[in-house]
């Protein structure tokens, strides 16, 4: 399964043209920059188009999960207060070597995942999830306080 590339997206937005994606990705052909970077620099989009357009990529190539069919790894949860999980409405579901994998509804949520990195020791990676059972699983793995 490919990708769908961000020029393509920019434009499904409405924000480039055909005529703007082929000259950038001339530019990008010659000097090896990214897309986006390019596209920035000669004023065709704000960092916000080029953000949503990067997270619909993201979210057009995640694996869905169902939460109420998959256990969660135990060593997962202890790397991840649960303060800052509920709080992310991120449910950290596996950690495989150097990677920490949560469940999230919205591909959004990663990078403010990725700023906790270093905290969590490891990298970030998702899946997506229905917010009604990632609710269901913080609660079940991270109880409320009585």
């Given at each position: 399964?490919?990708?769908i590339?961000?020029?393509?997206l920019?434009?499904?937005?409405?924000?480039?043209?055909?005529?703007?994606?082929?000259?950038?990705?001339?530019e990008?052909?010659?000097?090896?920059?990214?897309f986006?970077?390019?596209?920035?620099?000669?004023?065709?989009?704000?960092?916000?188009?080029i953000w949503?357009?990067?997270?619909?990529q993201?979210?057009e190539?995640?694996?869905?999960?169902?939460?109420?069919?998959?256990?969660?790894?135990?060593?997962?949860?202890?790397?991840?207060p649960?303060?800052?999980a509920?709080?992310?409405?991120?449910?950290?579901?596996?950690?495989?070597?150097?990677?920490?994998?949560?469940?999230?509804?919205?591909a959004?949520?990663?990078?403010?995942?990725?700023q906790?990195e270093a905290?969590?020791?490891?990298?970030?990676?998702?899946?997506?999830?229905?917010p009604v059972?990632?609710?269901?699983?913080?609660?079940?793995?991270y109880p409320?306080?009585?």
């Amino acid at each position: 399964m490919s990708r769908i590339r961000i020029g393509e997206l920019l434009g499904r937005m409405g924000k480039l043209s055909g005529h703007d994606i082929d000259e950038i990705l001339q530019e990008q052909s010659a000097t090896g920059h990214r897309f986006g970077d390019i596209a920035l620099t000669w004023g065709m989009v704000q960092p916000e188009h080029i953000w949503l357009a990067w997270c619909s990529q993201l979210q057009e190539g995640a694996e869905a999960v169902d939460l109420d069919c998959m256990g969660v790894d135990a060593q997962a949860t202890a790397r991840v207060p649960a303060d800052l999980a509920r709080r992310l409405h991120a449910m950290p579901v596996r950690l495989t070597d150097d990677q920490l994998i949560f469940a999230v509804s919205d591909a959004a949520q990663v990078p403010v995942l990725q700023q906790h990195e270093a905290a969590f020791q490891a990298r970030v990676r998702f899946v997506l999830a229905d917010p009604v059972k990632i609710a269901r699983a913080l609660d079940r793995y991270y109880p409320p306080a009585a």
